[in-house]
């Protein structure tokens, strides 16, 4: 069965860079989640977006941006990075609530910023 | 006030034995769901169980099942059969409301080590 897909899995950056992560849901997945894991943390809800329309928003920094387009894939934009955003990052995707109430993650992009 | 509660750090099993992973939370909103996620050292998050607020019954999947207590506020997850493949970290996450996108909120996860 088709999984969330994360691209990169791994990237390197370095301080005040900008870095692009992309996610693409399960199919006929409408909802997706960004969540960032600290070394020895839990998951951190960033923001989400339903039917392209942001839905919750946590802690993202304001350097940190993120849509959904028309295809419902995601993406999260970094800029101006710091030694501190490097994380484990992980999207993840939900059909609409009365078609199922599991929420799947992607593999995660392993992002260090040196 | 921590939303969900996981107490132990750290945990080791006899393979083969049975596990119960503990995992208590806090909401005043009376739909929410609860889920269980296994987190490998390889870093992926894996979806194990959920159980929502309104259901009767206690969820099961597999060698997984969720003791879930509705007073206590608890939802502990329950291994059976400890298999050397389930040492892992493991979650507790809890989604409150029924929005579309609403968050989930994890708890501080328990290491679980499974011995030969």
């Known amino acids: 069965a088709a999984g969330v897909i994360q691209s990169p899995r791994h990237l390197i950056k370095e301080k005040r860079e900008t870095a692009t992560l992309k996610c693409y849901p399960i199919p006929r997945h409408d909802t997706v989640y960004w969540y960032q894991q600290g070394p020895g943390q839990d998951p951190q809800f960033l923001i989400s977006?339903?039917?392209?329309?942001?839905?919750d928003k946590g802690s993202i920094p304001d350097r940190f941006s993120a849509q959904q387009f028309s295809d419902y894939h995601s993406e999260l934009n970094m800029s101006s990075l710091e030694l501190g955003d490097s994380a484990l990052y992980f999207c993840a995707s939900s059909p609409w609530l009365d078609s199922g109430n599991t929420i799947y993650f992607g593999e995660g992009s392993w992002l260090t910023v040196v | 006030a921590q939303k969900i509660t996981q107490t132990q750090p750290g945990m080791f099993v006899q393979e083969k034995e049975a596990v119960t992973l503990d995992c208590t939370y806090d909401?005043?909103?009376?739909?929410?769901?609860l889920f269980w996620y296994k987190q490998p050292s390889s870093g992926e998050m894996i979806f194990l169980i959920y159980q929502g607020s309104y259901d009767q019954q206690n969820a099961t999947e597999g060698r997984y099942s969720l003791n879930f207590q509705k007073a206590r506020k608890s939802a502990n997850l329950v291994i059976s059969a400890s298999q050397l493949g389930d040492s892992a970290m493991y979650f507790c996450?809890?989604?409150?409301?029924?929005?579309?996108?609403?968050?989930?909120?994890f708890g501080g996860g328990t290491r679980l080590m499974v011995k030969p």
């Open positions: 977006f339903y039917e392209k329309m942001q839905s």
């Open positions: 909401t005043s909103d009376p739909s929410y769901g």
């Open positions: 996450a809890m989604r409150e409301g029924h929005n579309a996108g609403n968050m989930l909120t």
